[in-house]
């Protein structure tokens, strides 16, 4: 089993549960209505922006405000389910 898979069912559930109720809370929507992206930090409008995990659920990540961020469609897609030491590594090996 990869280690990244370790993250349980149950952890999974019960954090994508929370993230639909932060999602629907004030301060994801205040969030929104700043616009800004947390990984490129370009302007975009609230329905651009989706609700992202610097560490994804999947790999034992939480949905609270520390992990949560605004994210525009395209950083979402390229950053998948990076971990954020991992994105630093590849900006790194981009330099
Ligand atoms: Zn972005």
Not at 47 to 61: N, Q, S
Not at 84 to 91: K, S
Request: hydrophobic residues 30%; aromatic residues 8%.
């Amino acid at each position: 089993m990869d280690w990244y898979e370790s993250a349980s069912e149950k952890h999974k559930k019960k954090e994508r549960e929370k993230a639909r109720v932060l999602r629907k809370s004030q301060w994801w929507k205040a969030q929104l209505a700043s616009g800004v992206c947390y990984y490129c930090a370009q302007i975009f409008s609230p329905e651009e922006l989706t609700m992202d995990h610097k560490i994804p659920v999947a790999r034992g990540g939480r949905s609270n405000k520390g992990n949560v961020v605004p994210c525009c469609k395209q950083c979402n897609t390229e950053k998948r389910h990076k971990t954020p030491a991992e994105l630093a590594l590849e900006e790194l090996k981009k330099s």
